[in-house]
């Protein structure tokens, strides 16, 4: 690529981070803050705007102040730019900038041999942190060839801990007002989510943009995927059916794909670029689990709202996938330390969390226990679960009811959703 013209897009792109706004600071910079000693490179991963990109300068920024080098490799302007290149960016930098101790790379993966290049400046004493929308990719890049330490980040859409602190509700003290306030913005947050864009501007128009380039730029473009509308029509099945179970035979045989393998790869592309998680079912026969249905979660609600297929409201299920997805931000699901479950009597459990080989934690998500049936419901199948995984930290999430209530010698903790969101 020409000295020149890569020149004039480096002195484009730092203008541009040099007035991007900062934006809200996000929860998990205190993650950043621990491993300021730490001659470790930084990774961070999420979904395409979701703020990966303005986490980073908020804390490069506030450590490095101007003292790092930064470029996106997701600028058009680029496209071609090839692995020998990086050596001539790398001048451009020293030509412009001068020395400096860092470097901020955006959005690179998939794209060049940039890990040797990598390699050799992080020897010489620089640190690099680097973005990407792809975890496949990026995890299989930096495991084959990112020698030394690195520590991973990911970055999902605003919690709503964050969605709250954004729009200026105060936390410290919840009293009635406050309360009144906090749930009637949860409301909000249940239908609208918590990308960044949409909630600083509310509008979800914005998430139409943030699907297609996902589904167009991350996966069928990137994946050289033939059957596009078939990709689609999946893609939008199984955001539609979120926090219900599915399985790649039966996937294969609504969509006439044939192949159980073509099935596995296209929804591990968009749990790759992530739009949509599997959740597994625990099971103490890995055959078993291997081979039971899996559930699925998408993202962020406001996406279920505005790309899934018209559905009457289910609260419940949109409770349960922003609990799930919550606990992905909590850092579960990662590490196979977050399962549903099914007891012997096939009663369900939404959410069953790990700590090491041991259950931490049984929760189940009910939005309504007015009705006396589905209060036991719960109730059993969290209890019988308690005794066949021998755990006794029990929860139900719920819309409004909070209690205690002890069955026999057993404590089972009635948390509001809002509240166990602020937790």
């Not at 999946?234 to 159980?260: D, P, Q, R």
């Not at 968009?270 to 739009?275: K, N």
């Amino acid at each position: 690529m020409d000295k020149e013209y890569l020149r004039e897009v480096v002195k484009d792109q730092k203008l541009k981070i040099s007035n991007l706004p900062l934006g809200y600071p996000r929860n998990k910079l205190s993650k950043l803050d621990s491993l300021l000693n730490h001659k470790i490179n930084i990774v961070i991963t999420g979904p395409r705007r979701a703020g990966k990109s303005t986490f980073l300068l908020q804390w490069m920024h506030k450590v490095y102040k101007d003292d790092f080098y930064y470029f996106d490799f997701s600028d058009d302007r680029v496209a071609g730019l090839r692995t020998e290149d990086l050596q001539t960016l790398y001048e451009l930098f020293l030509e412009l900038y001068g020395e400096k101790k860092a470097f901020f790379f955006d959005e690179i993966q998939g794209k060049y041999d940039w890990n040797k290049f990598v390699n050799r400046l992080y020897s010489e004493g620089y640190r690099f942190f680097i973005t990407g929308s792809n975890a496949e990719l990026l995890s299989k890049e930096i495991s084959t060839y990112l020698t030394g330490r690195h520590y991973d980040i990911t970055i999902l859409p605003f919690s709503f801990k964050e969605f709250l602190g954004f729009n200026k509700i105060n936390l410290d003290t919840v009293g009635t007002k406050n309360k009144t306030k906090i749930k009637s913005q949860l409301e909000v947050y249940l239908n609208n989510g918590g990308f960044p864009e949409v909630v600083t501007f509310g509008n979800k128009d914005i998430l139409d943009n943030v699907y297609k380039d996902v589904i167009n730029k991350d996966v069928i473009l990137r994946y050289g995927i033939k059957e596009e509308e078939i990709f689609k029509k999946l893609s939008v099945f199984l955001i539609s059916n979120f926090a219900k179970y599915f399985s790649y035979n039966s996937l294969a045989k609504t969509f006439g794909l044939g192949s159980v393998n073509t099935v596995s790869s296209y929804v591990s592309y968009l749990a790759d670029a992530y739009i949509i998680f599997e959740l597994p079912k625990y099971d103490y026969s890995f055959k078993k689990q291997d081979n039971s249905a899996k559930k699925i979660y998408c993202v962020d609600n406001g996406l279920i709202n505005k790309i899934a297929f018209a559905f009457s409201e289910n609260k419940g299920r949109l409770y349960e996938n922003t609990v799930f997805v919550d606990l992905l931000s909590r850092g579960y699901g990662n590490n196979e330390n977050l399962y549903y479950y099914k007891t012997k009597s096939n009663k369900e459990v939404d959410f069953v969390l790990f700590e090491g080989l041991k259950p931490k934690s049984l929760i189940q998500v009910c939005y309504d226990l007015t009705k006396a049936e589905t209060k036991e419901r719960e109730l059993n199948a969290l209890l019988e679960a308690s005794e066949e995984l021998k755990c006794n930290n029990l929860f139900i999430i719920t819309g409004d009811y909070e209690e205690t209530e002890e069955v026999g010698k057993k404590e089972i903790k009635y948390v509001p959703l809002w509240k166990w969101l602020l937790e």
